[in-house]
C-alpha cells in the first residue's frame, strides 16, 4: 500500500550496492511513495553491486562518488540540482566499512591505518556530506537527513570493535549539525539505530547470523527487517515528521529497552544444562 507521503519530494540515496541493502530498499520505496531523486555509491562499489538495475527500476541517475572526498560530493550535490532544477528534499547515508572487522582484529588491537578509514568512510562522510550540503544551499527549508546507526554507539557488542566508535560519531554528528541546520534552515537530522540486518556488506562479518538470532530472541517484536526500515525512512523523510530533529531512534523491534527475554534466558538455560 502507498501514501503518496513523498509525492513531489526530490532526495539523493547514498550507499545502495545490491537487493539485500537498506539503501535499496529506502530507494524502493521512496520511488513507491512519490519521489525522484539520485543514486550514488563509489566507483569499486558500483563495478561488484547491481546498482543499475536500481537506477532503471526507479529511473534514477547514478553519480559515482567517494563520500570521503568533498570533491566528489560538491559534485553529487551540484549534479542532482542541475537534474531536479533546484534543490532537495531528502538526503539518506548508507555507508559503513571496517576492515578491523572484517579482518576480525580485537579491539585492543586495531590497525590504526584501517582505524582511520573506518572513521572517515562511516562517520567523517556524514559530515562532509551536510557540510557540502549546507554550503551549497543544496536542501529546501524542512528537508531531512537520515543516517543509519546501531545500538554498538552505546553499549558494548563483541566484534563490532571500531565500528562502535564511529557510530557514535555519526550520531554525534547528527546532534551538532541538526542544532545548526535545523536553526537556519528547519532541516531536520536524525539516525537510525536499526537491528542488526543481513545485508550483503553485513552478511561478511563473523558471528553475524548469532548476533541476529539472540537480537531476535530478545526483542518482543522480533528484529526489524530491511524493509521496515525504509518504511521508517520514508517517515522520516516526508512531512508526517517535521518536528523530530537531533534524534537518535531505536528501530530494532524493542531490543534497545530489554534486559533479558524469555526465550533468550530459556536458550541460555538449556545451554546450561548440555553443559
Not at 539485500?20 to 520505496?29: G, P, Q, R, Y
Not at 560538491?74 to 578491523?100: A, C, P, Q, T, Y
Not at 540486518?197 to 537480537?215: C, E, H, N, Y
Not at 518536528?243 to 523491534?253: R, S
Request: aromatic content about 10%.
Amino acid at each position: 500500500m502507498t501514501y503518496n507521503l513523498l509525492n513531489g519530494k526530490k532526495g539523493i540515496i547514498f550507499g545502495a550496492l545490491d537487493e539485500k541493502s537498506i539503501a535499496w530498499k529506502v530507494a524502493e520505496k521512496a520511488h513507491e511513495e512519490g519521489a525522484v531523486f539520485t543514486l550514488s555509491n563509489t566507483p569499486l562499489a558500483l563495478r561488484f553491486g547491481n546498482l543499475k538495475e536500481l537506477s532503471l527500476k526507479c529511473n534514477s541517475e547514478i553519480i559515482p562518488a567517494d563520500a570521503t572526498s568533498v570533491k566528489d560530493l560538491e559534485s553529487v550535490f551540484k549534479r542532482s540540482m542541475e537534474i531536479f532544477g533546484g534543490k532537495i528534499d531528502f538526503i539518506l547515508h548508507s555507508i559503513g566499512m571496517s576492515m578491523n572487522v572484517r579482518k576480525s582484529r580485537e579491539y585492543d588491537n586495531l590497525d590504526y591505518n584501517f582505524y582511520q578509514k573506518t572513521i572517515d568512510i562511516s562517520a567523517m562522510s556524514f559530515h562532509k556530506m551536510i557540510q557540502v550540503a549546507k554550503k551549497s544551499d543544496a536542501i529546501n527549508d524542512w528537508g531531512s537527513i537520515v543516517a543509519l546507526s546501531y545500538i554498538a554507539a552505546q553499549r558494548t557488542l563483541y566484534r563490532y570493535n571500531d565500528m562502535a566508535d564511529a557510530k557514535a560519531m555519526l550520531e554525534s554528528i547528527a546532534r551538532s549539525f541538526g542544532y545548526i541546520y535545523g536553526r537556519e534552515k528547519n532541516v531536520r537530522i536524525n539516525t537510525i539505530s536499526q537491528s542488526p540486518t543481513m545485508t550483503t556488506a553485513g552478511s561478511g562479518v563473523k558471528g553475524i547470523d548469532a548476533l541476529i538470532d539472540f537480537t531476535e530472541r530478545m526483542s518482543p517484536l522480533g528484529n526489524a527487517t530491511a524493509e521496515e526500515c525504509a518504511n521508517f525512512c520514508i517517515v522520516l523523510f516526508s512531512d508526517l515528521s517535521r518536528k523530530v530533529t537531533m534524534q537518535n531512534i531505536f528501530h530494532d523491534g524493542g531490543f534497545s529497552g530489554m534486559g533479558m527475554s524469555l526465550k533468550a534466558m530459556t536458550q541460555y538455560k538449556k545451554c546450561l544444562e548440555d553443559e
